[in-house]
Nanobody, 123 residues
Framework: QVQLVESGGGLVQAGGSLRLSCAAS????????MGWFRQAPGKEREFVAA????????YYADSVKGRFTISRDNAKNTVYLQMNSLKPEDTAVYYC????????????????WGQGTQVTVSS
């Protein structure tokens, strides 16, 4: 049974930082590309960042480029999202997802999803 468990969300002031983690089990983690998506109230789920199975390629939404960094540790079956210079518009539930193949920015390409972690940025 595949499980993706996010952690690290919370309440932070604008300009602050958070580090999200996503621990994976039940799959061969090192063969999956991993992605982070987010969904704010009343909005559709949107792509945030993705990383290839090796970590050699990373992808970012324009809205987070230069502020967020995705990384992975295949020995720990964990993917991270370091979020700096947070803005109120970053407030959302953040989800990690795993994809064996496909386009990293497209949610439908992902095979497994976590339950999400809330990130709230106050102004």
């Amino acid at each position: 049974q595949v499980q993706l468990v996010e952690s690290g969300g919370g309440l932070v002031q604008a300009g602050g930082s958070l580090r999200l983690s996503c621990a994976a089990s039940g799959l061969t983690f090192s063969t999956y590309a991993m992605g982070w998506f987010r969904q704010a109230p009343g909005k559709e789920r949107e792509f945030v960042a993705a990383i290839s199975w090796s970590g050699g390629n990373t992808y970012y939404a324009d809205s987070v480029k230069g502020r967020f960094t995705i990384s992975r540790d295949n020995a720990k079956n964990t993917v991270y999202l370091q979020m700096n210079s947070l803005k109120p518009e970053d407030t959302a539930v953040y989800y990690c997802a795993a994809a064996l193949v496909g386009k990293p920015r497209v949610a439908d390409e992902y095979d497994y999803w976590g339950q999400g972690t809330q990130v709230t940025v106050s102004s």
